[in-house]
């Protein structure tokens, strides 16, 4: 590996080509962890862990396709109950038990094709306003948006917006057909506009290959700036969706992707997210080794399992004192 974007100078790069993030993605894994670890101290204090909760604000009935989600209306065998939009009061109340238990970021997701402007968009402002007030970073992710929702967004205080890319342009047909690739960048691109930070990551664990993951992490790593967070989920296979059948990742390509990604963009907040049900205490200790800075606090993401409060604050205590 020659010294171009190596730990030891801390480059910051918007070129890397996909080769290269797989052969930094393969690389020895005790190498690989060390390098990211460098990576990481040298940008941020290793001492600081995050903690975030996430509330989905509406469930179900989504007339996306995505594969891995129940709540997509297409995946009718799922056994999920449908949710309209939660009240604002409701919501806030929930944010401020988020906030009591550690969580300094709360996080809301709508099952939302997009933002339409209305009574129910109105609503969420509301809930931007009410978590902002509460000294919270604000996330919400809705779908796709235009330019004006966006800045709307901005002026009730919203810190991020989360729009995944969810995998490789060369796989993402395989998993979503009812929006774009490009449909999901220009959504970025006007959250980007507007000065919100852009909270996106991907799924592993989908069927896609090693260089498929390589080829995702070039595209984040080629935005200017790097997006602020980078969320890392792991499938969580819900029976009755397409990718039901699909078998756990071994924890160790979690640890290898989360380092890949504090390699490749350095200032970035990884946030280890869905998938840390299926991953003991030593895998999410490594991935914190590896570079992650953030975890999902609470007991459930939108619909799929998280680990239960007790279960992190043991995991918080065995790793001693940290800035959260």
């Known amino acids: 590996m020659t010294s171009r974007g190596s730990a030891a100078d801390n480059t910051i790069r918007h070129d890397w080509t996909v080769e290269e993030?797989?052969?930094?993605?393969?690389?020895?894994?005790?190498?690989?962890?060390?390098?990211?670890?460098?990576?990481?101290?040298?940008?941020h204090d290793p001492s600081r862990v995050q903690k975030a909760s996430l509330l989905s604000i509406k469930t179900g009935g989504c007339p996306e396709d995505c594969a891995y989600c129940p709540q997509s209306a297409h995946h009718r065998e799922v056994k999920l109950g449908k949710e309209q939009l939660?009240?604002?009061?409701?919501?806030?109340?929930?944010a401020k038990r988020a906030q009591d238990a550690g969580a300094d970021r709360f996080c809301m997701g709508a099952a939302w094709r997009r933002v339409r402007d209305g009574a129910a968009f109105d609503a969420v402002l509301e809930m931007v306003r009410g978590v902002d007030e509460l000294g919270m970073e604000a996330c919400v992710t809705l779908g796709?948006?235009?330019?004006?929702?966006?800045?709307?967004?901005?002026?009730?205080?919203?810190?991020?917006?989360?729009?995944?890319?969810?995998?490789?342009?060369?796989?993402?047909?395989?998993?979503?057909t009812t929006r774009t690739y490009q449909d999901r960048l220009d959504t970025l691109a006007s959250v980007r506009s507007h000065g919100i930070d852009l909270c996106c990551g991907g799924i592993i664990g989908m069927g896609e290959t090693i260089r498929d993951r390589a080829s995702m992490l070039a595209v984040l790593a080629g935005f200017d700036p790097h997006p602020e967070s980078v969320p890392i989920n792991a499938l969580v296979p819900v029976a009755g969706t397409p990718?039901?059948?699909?078998?756990?990742?071994?924890?160790?390509?979690?640890?290898r992707m989360v380092a890949t990604a504090r390699i490749t963009m350095p200032k970035s907040m990884v946030?280890?997210?869905?998938?840390?049900?299926?991953?003991?205490?030593?895998?999410?200790?490594?991935?914190?080794?590896?570079?992650?800075?953030?975890?999902?606090?609470?007991?459930?993401l939108l619909t799929t399992p998280n680990p239960e409060e007790n279960s992190d604050s043991a995991l918080f205590a065995a790793l001693g004192p940290i800035a959260a």
Do not use: W
């Open 21 to 43: 993030i797989e052969a930094i993605y393969r690389s020895p894994l005790l190498d690989l962890v060390g390098r990211a670890n460098a990576v990481h101290r040298a940008h």
């Open 86 to 94: 939660l009240d604002p009061v409701s919501v806030i109340a929930m």
């Open 144 to 176: 796709m948006l235009e330019p004006h929702h966006a800045k709307q967004l901005k002026d009730a205080g919203l810190t991020a917006y989360n729009h995944n890319l969810d995998t490789s342009p060369e796989f993402y047909g395989k998993i979503i």
């Open 243 to 255: 990718l039901a059948g699909c078998g756990p990742i071994d924890p160790l390509e979690l640890v």
């Open 271 to 300: 946030r280890l997210s869905a998938g840390r049900t299926d991953l003991n205490r030593e895998a999410q200790i490594m991935c914190l080794m590896a570079g992650a800075n953030s975890v999902f606090y609470g007991e459930k």
